[in-house]
C-alpha cells in the first residue's frame, strides 16, 4: 500500500462517503487510490469554490464531512472563500490538498506558495504530513476534529502519496466533546428562573430537530424567546417546528428587537455582531445593560446541555406541541400578476414539497422568505453564514447528493449566483433534484441600498456601473441551457408556479430565472 491509498483506507474507516474534487498532478495517487479501494464517490467540480461550498452543503445536511481534493496553494486558495462559510457555520468538512513532493520544494516551482498560512484561516485543525507512514494517523485526526464541527486541512506531499508504507499506523480515533460542569447548568437554570425576559439564541447543532426540541422545552418552562443569528448554517422549520425568530440583517433594527430581554442565553451561537462597522453605531447588537450568558463552549454538545437544561428547569419531556408550533395548516393561495420579490417568496411558499432543503443565497429578494405565514410542511434552511457570496449553487449541489430523496430548492440572487455558476454542470452531470431560482433583479441591490443609507443618494456614473448587472442582462436560461440544466425565464406569478410544479415532477436540475423589478 502506498501513502495515496491508506489516505483513502482511512478516510473511508473514518465514515467518508464523498469526495469533491479538482485535482491536478500533485494529488493523483489520491485520484487513483480512490478506485482502488471502494467506498468514496468522487464528484468533480470545475471550480475549487464548487468543491468547498458543496462539501459544506454536504456536511450541513448530514453533520459528517465530506472530503475535498484540492491542488496545491492555489486550488486551496481558489476554494476558501466558501471554506469560510463552511467556517462560520460549523460545518464537518475534510480539506485534503496536495504539496509539492518534499525533495521539490526547494527548487521553487511554479505553483509553490505556503498552503499552511492559507489553510489557517478557515481551519480548526491544520497539518502537513510528516511520511507516508503517518498519513492514517493524520487523516484520522483530522476527521476527529471536524466532529467538533470546523474544517480541518491535510497537506499531503505528493511523495508521501506514492511512497510504499506496509504495516502502516492505522488508527480511528472519534472526536469527542469536552464535558460540561452539571453545575454551570444549575447556575443557568437558577438565573432563568429568576429573571424576567430571556431570549436563547441558538446555533450550529442547536438549531436541529434534538436540540429545537430541547429549547422548545426550555421555552414550555420559561416563557423565553427562541432566537437564531440573522444567518443560520442549519435550521429545521416549518410545520412540527417551534417558532425560531431571525435576528434582523440591519444593525438597528436587530438591537430594537433583542433589547426587549434582559438576559440573552447563548447556546451553539456566539454573540450577534454588526456585519459592517457603520458610522455612529457600535459593534454590538445587544445593550451594554443586557446580561449574556453562555450555556457551553464550542468544544461542548450543545444538544446534551440544552437537554440537561431543560430537565433541570423541568421542562415537559415534549417541547414542542400546541402554542409554539409552526402549524403545518392550509397552504395559502398562489398570488397572481407581474412578479415581485415578496411574490416569488409566497409562490415559493405556497408550491414547497414536503421535506424541502431551502438553500437561501438570495440577498435582498429572500428577506421576507424567512417569515411567510405559518403554512410551510418541515424543511430544512441553510443561508449564507459568512457572507462570501457564491455559496448557494455548490451549497445545494452537495445538499442534493447528501440527501438525493430530498427536493432542493436554491433561492439565488443574480449577482451571487454568478460567482461559482459552475457548479450547474456538476448539478446536471450527476442528475441531482435541484430547482435554482435566481432573483433577476439585474443589480446589486443590497449595494444600492446600503449606498443610499450612506448618502449617496445620487451615484455617479462609477458608482452605477459597479452596482448595475444590464448592458447585457445576463441571459440565464442560456446559462443553464450551455452546463446542461433546462432553463426558462418567468415574469409572472402564475407562470412561476407553473415552471416550479414541473421541475418538482421532473427528475434532475432545473433553473427559472425570476424577473423581478
Ligand atoms: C466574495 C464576495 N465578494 C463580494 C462581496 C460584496 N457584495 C456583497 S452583496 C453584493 C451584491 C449582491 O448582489 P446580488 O447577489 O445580485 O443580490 P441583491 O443585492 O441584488 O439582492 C456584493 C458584490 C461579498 N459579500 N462576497
Ligand atoms: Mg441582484
Not at 170 to 195: C, N, Q, Y
Not at 303 to 318: I, M, Q, R, W
Not at 365 to 391: D, E, K, N
Request: glycine letters at 10%; charged letters at 20%.
Amino acid at each position: 500500500m502506498n501513502g495515496g491509498e491508506l489516505l483513502v483506507k482511512t478516510a473511508i474507516e473514518a465514515g467518508v462517503e464523498v469526495c469533491f474534487a479538482n485535482p491536478g498532478t500533485t494529488e493523483l495517487p489520491i485520484v487513483t487510490s480512490l478506485d482502488k479501494t471502494s467506498g468514496i464517490k468522487a464528484f468533480l467540480g470545475l471550480f475549487e469554490g464548487v468543491c468547498t461550498g458543496a462539501a459544506d452543503g454536504y456536511g450541513r445536511m448530514l453533520d459528517k464531512p465530506a472530503m475535498v481534493l484540492l491542488h496545491l496553494g492555489p486550488g486551496l486558495a481558489n476554494g476558501i472563500s466558501n471554506l469560510h462559510n463552511a467556517r462560520r457555520a460549523k460545518s464537518p468538512v475534510l480539506t485534503v490538498v496536495g504539496e509539492h513532493a518534499t525533495w521539490h520544494r526547494d527548487a521553487d516551482p511554479p505553483l509553490a506558495m505556503d498552503i499552511e498560512s492559507v489553510a489557517r484561516t478557515v481551519s480548526g485543525w491544520w497539518r502537513t504530513s510528516k511520511s507516508a507512514f503517518d498519513i492514517g494517523v493524520d487523516v484520522s485526526e483530522a476527521v476527529a476534529a471536524t466532529r467538533l464541527g470546523q474544517v480541518a486541512t491535510l497537506i499531503v506531499p505528493h511523495d508521501y502519496q506514492l511512497a510504499e508504507c506496509d504495516s502502516p499506523k492505522m488508527e480511528t480515533s472519534d472526536g469527542h466533546f469536552d464535558t460540561f460542569d452539571p453545575d454551570a447548568i444549575k447556575a443557568v437554570a437558577s438565573r432563568l428562573r429568576t429573571s424576567r425576559k430571556v431570549a436563547l439564541m441558538l446555533g450550529g447543532r442547536a438549531l436541529r430537530k434534538p436540540g429545537l426540541d430541547a429549547a422548545a422545552r426550555i421555552q414550555k418552562a420559561t416563557g423565553c424567546g427562541l432566537f437564531t443569528q440573522t444567518f443560520p448554517g442549519y435550521i429545521e422549520r416549518g410545520a412540527g417546528m417551534p417558532i425560531v425568530e431571525r435576528l434582523p440583517y440591519f444593525p438597528r433594527q436587530a438591537t430594537r428587537v433583542i433589547s426587549q430581554y434582559e438576559v440573552v442565553l447563548f447556546a451553539g451561537a456566539s454573540e450577534p455582531v454588526a456585519f459592517f462597522g457603520y458610522p455612529g453605531f457600535g459593534s454590538r447588537i445587544l445593550t451594554d445593560e443586557q446580561e449574556r450568558m453562555t450555556l457551553c463552549t464550542d468544544r461542548q454538545n450543545v444538544v446534551e446541555a440544552l437537554e440537561n437544561l431543560a430537565d433541570v428547569l423541568g421542562g415537559p419531556s415534549h417541547g414542542i406541541s400546541g402554542d409554539n408550533l409552526v402549524a403545518g395548516g392550509e397552504r395559502q393561495a398562489i398570488p397572481d400578476g407581474k412578479l415581485t420579490a415578496e411574490k416569488a417568496c409566497l409562490t415559493l411558499a405556497a408550491m414547497q414539497p414536503e421535506n424541502a432543503v431551502i438553500v437561501d443565497e438570495s440577498a435582498t429578494s429572500g428577506f421576507l422568505y424567512f417569515a411567510p405565514p405559518p403554512w410551510l410542511p418541515a424543511y430544512s434552511l441553510m443561508t449564507l453564514t459568512g457572507g462570501a457570496l457564491g455559496q448557494g449553487i455548490p451549497c445545494a449541489t452537495g445538499a442534493a447528493i447528501a440527501c438525493p430523496e430530498r427536493p432542493v430548492i436554491n433561492l439565488e440572487a443574480d449577482g451571487s449566483a454568478m460567482y461559482t455558476v459552475q457548479a450547474l454542470w456538476t448539478q446536471a452531470h450527476e442528475g441531482l433534484n435541484v430547482t435554482t431560482l435566481i432573483c433577476s433583479n439585474r443589480s446589486y441591490r443590497i449595494l444600492q441600498v446600503e449606498m443610499v443609507h450612506a448618502g449617496n443618494t445620487s451615484p455617479g456614473q462609477n458608482a452605477q456601473s459597479l452596482t448595475e448587472l444590464t448592458k447585457p442582462p445576463i441571459n440565464w436560461a442560456r446559462i443553464a441551457q450551455g452546463f446542461g440544466v433546462p432553463g426558462v425565464t418567468v415574469s409572472t406569478a402564475e407562470d412561476l408556479a407553473q415552471e416550479l410544479s414541473s421541475a418538482f415532477a421532473e427528475p434532475g436540475p432545473h433553473l427559472i430565472e425570476m424577473l423581478l423589478p
